[in-house]
């Protein structure tokens, strides 16, 4: 499962640096997440949707399919 923060933080023209004031976290961690190196907190997540203005599922892309 693939987070979408870069993708979405991009189509909205939002800097990393004003991400990292708008959510409250580094802006090394949010690159850090970005770049897949780490795995968000859930406290994250709902931090970076707020800020994005996002749904916290909104942040996810997923490959399952229903069957």
């Known amino acids: 499962m693939k ?3 870069w993708q979405i933080r991009t189509t909205k023209r939002i800097t990393l640096v004003e991400l990292a004031k708008r959510s ?3 802006k090394s ?3 850090n997440i970005e ?3 780490v795995s968000p907190t859930l406290m994250q ?3 970076l949707a ?3 203005e996002v749904h916290i ?3 996810f ?3 399952w399919k229903y069957r």
């Open 24 to 26: 409250g976290i580094g």
């Open 57 to 59: 599922t909104d942040l």
């Open 29 to 31: 961690t949010i690159n």
């Open 61 to 63: 892309e997923s490959d």
């Open 35 to 37: 770049n897949e190196k």
């Open 50 to 52: 707020a800020a994005l």
């Open 3 to 5: 987070i979408l923060v």
């Open 45 to 47: 997540l709902e931090s």
